[in-house]
Each structure stands twice: as structure tokens, then as C-alpha cells.
């Protein structure tokens, strides 16, 4: 076959249609057979792949990138209908030596470490490249839909003096003359943004410095943050509820072909059903499992109280009003009952995928109850500040991306819809 770069526009595997007359692919070799003195070679771009046909038989490695001329012609027994009769082929790079992983099967049979370790090869296979077309669309719908209601995006710092909201659980860097670490949240830098721009939101890494060993925990995750000033937590949940409608509207008109890959559907929001954290503690009294009154659901609760809701009808659920020991220093009380907050979880089909509720809005009060989680209110000066200057009651949340990714495309391992996974164990690749 003759090897030869065209000038021809490059079409992509998804646009090639029957007569379209002389084209140009590029992508990768993803898998190549001869069959009656014919070579069959799926090519695989970012849209899909596409069946080539070549006279004679062709010494292609998997994964090779080629450049090819040809013609589109109709062929029911084509995958798709149609496939394109080679007239050159350009070998732009070859594999230096044997694959790790074979990415060409319909199912990558590699367990997770094995992928993740080969993770510049795996993220080629089909369904794991679904996995994160849909996480973009994700943040797509995110930051459409917000900007749409009037917020602004902002970018805050990673680096900071001390701890975020309080406690452990900082990774300490190196920076000159004082200590410094990795921002936990942008939390407390977007309530002080709340006081200029009263709508915003970031899109952003954040970083705990915990010894995970679960499926659902990272180190490093991207957090989808939301604050908003002149709302209470009714609004506050009546926001979320239509952002997240946006994000999987967005999905399931955009992602299409990937939700096709996965075999998933993107659920569409309604109402989200709401129960306060003593309901849903009586709920799953009822199928045996008890909590103390301080006590917050654990995983194991989440998963039960999944299923009792999905039994409903309800993959979703707001769960309300925790107590304030199981909630940070800037949670507001319930005015009804101080001893819990106006916060919430968002559980999707049993693990929680959002975080937040309204925050304390006053200086005096806000700095008492700092003292009360045993936090000194010196060492938040900087975020004070737009407290003394006067902050309008206020709310937000965060939505973990992974975590959502992950129970919409149903992966078992929160690791699989993490592009490159930090964990207590992994820094590389």
C-alpha cells in the first residue's frame, strides 16, 4: 500500500458517510485483520472508530498512528454501515515494543492497579475515554448553568498559611520562610468573594491529607463549588436541584455516544426528595439499622437509605438539618433548634455527592463558635475581615466530580473516574 501524506481536511471517524468522494483519516491502529487476501483495519479517533479496508495484508501494530486516503463507500456488513477503501497509508508513530494492556477488546480485562499503573494506555480504551467525556460534559452543564443564574467564576488560591476550615488533615509544602499547605477547600475564600460578587463559583482540586483505604476517598479530588448570598436553605436546594438537572441534561446531550459505550442513561431531575436527618434516621430504624441522636449516617447508612429511596422511585436525596458537632465552625443552627444545622448531604444512589448548607453570616457569632470547635479566631484575620465589613446571609455547596462521575457510570471504584488517582499509595503516573 502506498504511503503518502494528503492535503485533504482531516474527517473524523464519526462524520465518514457512503460517496463522500476522497478523504482523510487520522487516529490510531486499533485493531487490523487479513481475511481472504483483504486487510481489515479498524481506526480509532476521538469520535469513534471506523472500519478501513486494504488490498494485500498489512504490518500494523495495535495502536500505530496512521494517516489515511481513501474512499467512503457503503457496506452493510461494515460496522456502522459504511467503511472506507484505503488509497494510501502514512505511519506517523509505531509502539516502541509490546503492549501492557490490550485496548482493543470491548471490555478492558485489567484490574484497577494494573490500568491505573498503565494509565497512558488504559485511558485509551473506549469505556474508560467514556468515562471522562462524560465528567467533561459534567462540568460543562456546571458552569453553564450557574453562569446562567447570574454567578461568577472565580479562581482561588491553593496555597495557603494555615488550616482551611480547622483540624488535620494538610499537606505541608515548601515555601519560603514560613510554613505552607494545600488548600482542604476553597470554602472560606468563597464566602469572602459571597461579600463582592454575592453569586459564585469554582471549578478546582482540593486536598486531604487522610489514610484512605476505601473506594469512595482520595487525596486529590475536583471539587464543584457553589456559594450564594440572599437565599435560604429551601433556595439553596432548590439551586442545586436545577444545576444538577443542567449538568445531566448537558450529559445526555452531549456525552450521548459515551452514555452509548457505558450502556448508562443520564437520570433526568425532578424533585429532589428532602428528608431531615431524624426522618432518615427512622427510615432505616425500620430496616434495623440505629444511630445515636450526635451520630452522622455512615456508609453503611448511605447505601441502605439508597435503597430504601430507590425502592420510592428516588435515586437522589437531600438529607437535612445534621447536628452541629458533625458539621465545620461556619455552619448556621437551625434558629428551632441550635443544637443542629442548616446543612445538608446530597446522596446519589446511596454515597453522598455533595456537601453544604447555609453559613454563619455574623462576625460575633461566627467567632464564638469558632472557639467553641477550639479554632482561634486570630489565625482567621484574613476571612474576618469580610465579616466585620458586614456579609449577607449566605449558603453553598460542593459537588465531589468524581464521586458523582463515578455512580452515574456506575464504576465500583471511585479510581476508575479519577484520571490519575492520588491516594495514600499512589503518586505516579
Given at each position: 500500500?502506498?504511503?503518502?501524506?494528503?492535503?485533504?481536511?482531516?474527517t473524523l471517524?464519526?462524520?465518514?458517510r457512503p460517496?463522500?468522494?476522497?478523504?482523510?483519516?487520522a487516529?490510531?491502529?486499533?485493531?487490523?485483520?487479513?481475511l481472504?487476501?483483504?486487510?481489515?483495519?479498524i481506526l480509532?479517533d476521538?469520535?469513534?472508530t471506523?472500519?478501513?479496508?486494504a488490498p494485500?495484508?498489512?504490518?500494523?501494530?495495535r495502536?500505530a498512528?496512521?494517516?489515511i486516503?481513501?474512499?467512503a463507500?457503503?457496506?452493510?456488513r461494515?460496522?456502522?454501515?459504511v467503511?472506507?477503501?484505503?488509497?494510501g497509508?502514512?505511519?506517523?508513530?509505531?509502539?516502541?515494543?509490546?503492549l501492557?494492556l490490550?485496548?482493543?477488546?470491548?471490555?478492558?480485562h485489567?484490574?484497577l492497579?494494573?490500568?491505573l499503573?498503565?494509565?497512558?494506555?488504559?485511558?485509551?480504551?473506549?469505556?474508560?475515554?467514556?468515562?471522562?467525556r462524560?465528567?467533561?460534559?459534567?462540568t460543562?452543564?456546571?458552569?453553564?448553568?450557574?453562569?446562567?443564574?447570574?454567578?461568577?467564576?472565580i479562581?482561588?488560591?491553593k496555597?495557603?498559611g494555615?488550616?482551611?476550615?480547622?483540624?488535620?488533615?494538610?499537606?505541608r509544602?515548601?515555601?519560603?520562610?514560613?510554613?505552607?499547605?494545600?488548600a482542604q477547600?476553597?470554602?472560606l475564600?468563597?464566602?469572602?468573594?459571597?461579600?463582592?460578587?454575592?453569586?459564585?463559583?469554582?471549578?478546582?482540586p482540593?486536598?486531604?491529607?487522610e489514610?484512605?483505604?476505601?473506594t469512595?476517598?482520595l487525596?486529590?479530588?475536583?471539587s464543584l463549588d457553589?456559594?450564594?448570598?440572599y437565599?435560604?436553605?429551601?433556595?439553596?436546594?432548590?439551586?442545586?436541584?436545577?444545576?444538577?438537572?443542567a449538568?445531566?441534561?448537558e450529559?445526555?446531550?452531549?456525552?450521548?455516544?459515551?452514555l452509548?459505550?457505558l450502556g448508562?442513561?443520564a437520570?433526568?431531575?425532578?424533585?429532589?426528595?428532602r428528608?431531615?436527618?431524624?426522618?432518615?434516621r427512622?427510615?432505616?430504624?425500620?430496616?434495623?439499622?440505629?444511630?445515636?441522636?450526635?451520630d452522622?449516617?455512615?456508609?453503611a447508612?448511605?447505601?441502605?437509605?439508597?435503597?430504601?429511596?430507590?425502592?420510592?422511585?428516588?435515586?437522589f436525596v437531600?438529607?437535612?438539618?445534621?447536628?452541629?458537632?458533625?458539621?465545620?465552625?461556619?455552619?448556621?443552627?437551625?434558629?428551632?433548634?441550635?443544637?443542629?444545622?442548616l446543612?445538608?448531604?446530597?446522596?446519589?444512589?446511596?454515597i453522598e455527592?455533595?456537601t453544604?448548607?447555609m453559613r454563619?453570616?455574623?462576625?460575633?457569632?461566627?467567632?464564638?463558635?469558632?472557639q467553641?470547635?477550639?479554632?482561634?479566631?486570630a489565625?482567621f484575620?484574613?476571612?474576618?475581615e469580610?465579616?466585620a465589613c458586614?456579609?449577607?446571609p449566605?449558603?453553598?455547596?460542593?459537588?465531589?466530580?468524581?464521586?458523582?462521575?463515578?455512580?452515574?457510570?456506575?464504576?465500583?471504584?471511585?479510581?476508575?473516574?479519577?484520571l490519575?488517582p492520588?491516594?495514600?499509595?499512589?503518586?505516579d503516573?
Amino acid at each position: 500500500m502506498e504511503r503518502r501524506v494528503s492535503a485533504l481536511p482531516r474527517t473524523l471517524a464519526a462524520e465518514v458517510r457512503p460517496q463522500q468522494g476522497e478523504i482523510r483519516l487520522a487516529g490510531s491502529v486499533h485493531t487490523v485483520r487479513t481475511l481472504g487476501g483483504v486487510a481489515f483495519l479498524i481506526l480509532r479517533d476521538r469520535s469513534g472508530t471506523i472500519q478501513v479496508v486494504a488490498p494485500g495484508a498489512l504490518d500494523l501494530p495495535r495502536e500505530a498512528i496512521v494517516e489515511i486516503t481513501g474512499t467512503a463507500r457503503g457496506d452493510p456488513r461494515a460496522p456502522g454501515g459504511v467503511e472506507v477503501a484505503a488509497t494510501g497509508i502514512t505511519v506517523l508513530s509505531q509502539p516502541a515494543g509490546p503492549l501492557p494492556l490490550d485496548v482493543s477488546k470491548p471490555v478492558l480485562h485489567a484490574a484497577l492497579e494494573t490500568a491505573l499503573d498503565h494509565r497512558a494506555l488504559s485511558l485509551r480504551h473506549p469505556r474508560s475515554a467514556a468515562i471522562f467525556r462524560i465528567a467533561s460534559a459534567l462540568t460543562g452543564g456546571f458552569r453553564r448553568a450557574l453562569a446562567a443564574e447570574g454567578f461568577t467564576e472565580i479562581h482561588t488560591s491553593k496555597l495557603v498559611g494555615s488550616a482551611t476550615e480547622g483540624g488535620a488533615g494538610l499537606f505541608r509544602v515548601e515555601y519560603p520562610d514560613r510554613p505552607a499547605y494545600l488548600a482542604q477547600s476553597p470554602q472560606l475564600y468563597k464566602q469572602i468573594c459571597v461579600g463582592a460578587f454575592e453569586r459564585v463559583f469554582e471549578i478546582g482540586p482540593v486536598f486531604r491529607n487522610e489514610p484512605h483505604e476505601t473506594t469512595r476517598h482520595l487525596n486529590e479530588y475536583t471539587s464543584l463549588d457553589v456559594e450564594a448570598a440572599y437565599l435560604d436553605l429551601d433556595a439553596l436546594l432548590d439551586l442545586e436541584t436545577r444545576v444538577l438537572g443542567a449538568m445531566l441534561k448537558e450529559v445526555a446531550g452531549t456525552a450521548t455516544s459515551a452514555l452509548n459505550q457505558l450502556g448508562v442513561k443520564a437520570p433526568a431531575i425532578g424533585r429532589i426528595a428532602r428528608l431531615r436527618l431524624e426522618e432518615a434516621r427512622a427510615r432505616l430504624a425500620s430496616r434495623g439499622k440505629r444511630y445515636a441522636p450526635e451520630d452522622d449516617l455512615d456508609p453503611a447508612g448511605e447505601r441502605l437509605l439508597g435503597e430504601v429511596l430507590a425502592e420510592e422511585g428516588h435515586e437522589f436525596v437531600f438529607v437535612t438539618h445534621y447536628p452541629a458537632a458533625a458539621r465545620p465552625f461556619y455552619a448556621a443552627p437551625d434558629p428551632d433548634d441550635r443544637a443542629l444545622t442548616l446543612s445538608f448531604d446530597l446522596l446519589f444512589r446511596g454515597i453522598e455527592v455533595t456537601t453544604g448548607g447555609m453559613r454563619i453570616h455574623d462576625l460575633a457569632l461566627l467567632q464564638e463558635n469558632m472557639q467553641r470547635f477550639g479554632l482561634d479566631p486570630a489565625a482567621f484575620t484574613g476571612y474576618l475581615e469580610a465579616f466585620a465589613c458586614a456579609m449577607p446571609p449566605h449558603g453553598g455547596f460542593a459537588i465531589g466530580l468524581e464521586r458523582l462521575t463515578a455512580q452515574l457510570v456506575g464504576a465500583p471504584n471511585l479510581r476508575w473516574a479519577t484520571l490519575f488517582p492520588r491516594d495514600r499509595r499512589r503518586l505516579d503516573p
